[in-house]
């Protein structure tokens, strides 16, 4: 017999029950990890007294797209210089604009404070980062996106005020051509200055990417 065995046991962001469990604050998020992600090896190895490594860290992504039972990351249009915005249509965090996932257990501005999950928020896009993407050009023939000639037209087919979502583009544009972000000190793709249309949004919420931690 071995001395040792290990045994790999996947992760828990599949079974509601295990999060619930490890993770409540973060129960009823999608996410986009693989349908066998149920922790039945977890639970196995409980049952042989076998040590646990605990708490499960619950990484989650700021930008996930729901579209029926299917649940895709959009850390692509961040990536390529998007804006996130609320249902008011105004930036409200630098983190999760740049950020591709964050641990509930390592990361301070990681808390439902944060992201409260029950309110969506939109990655704004112009058509230069949308052409600079295939992966986004995918998502927009399947759907993902709501296109729109103008920021006012995009803004009233997504429900936010034309007027708060025209001041944070004009805004956020003039941050581009200056290299600061004067709002919340942006640094990183800073490359979208909405000044090629058509525009583009998506509705998101945060998701569960993956939950390392186990036997």
Not at 96 to 111: A, D, F, M, Q, Y
Not at 149 to 175: C, H, M, Q, W
Not at 187 to 201: G, I, L, W
């Amino acid at each position: 017999f071995a001395d040792n065995v290990v045994l790999a046991t996947g992760g828990i962001a599949n079974n509601p029950a295990l999060i619930e469990k490890d993770a409540p604050e973060w129960k009823g998020l999608p996410t986009t990890t693989a349908k066998g992600s149920t922790g039945d090896a977890i639970q196995m190895g409980e049952k042989l007294k076998l040590e646990v490594k605990q708490p499960v860290n619950v990484y989650l992504n700021p930008s996930m797209h729901s579209a029926g039972d299917q649940n895709v990351s959009m850390s692509a249009a961040r990536l390529e210089g998007g804006i996130m915005v609320n249902l008011n249509g105004e930036r409200n965090s630098f983190a999760i604009e740049v950020l591709i996932c964050l641990s509930t257990k390592r990361c301070p501005i990681c808390s439902p404070s944060v992201f409260v999950f029950s309110n969506r928020r939109f990655i704004i896009i112009d058509d230069q980062s949308m052409k600079s993407s295939k992966r986004l050009q995918g998502f927009l023939k399947k759907g993902y996106f709501v296109e729109a000639p103008t920021v006012a037209d995009l803004a009233k087919k997504i429900g936010v005020p034309a007027d708060k979502l025209e001041n944070t583009i004009k805004r956020y544009s003039s941050f581009v051509k200056k290299g600061k972000d004067e709002d919340f000190g942006r640094t990183y793709n800073m490359k979208t200055d909405f000044t090629h249309p058509p525009f583009y949004a998506t509705s998101t919420t945060p998701g569960i990417q993956t939950t390392p931690g186990g036997i």
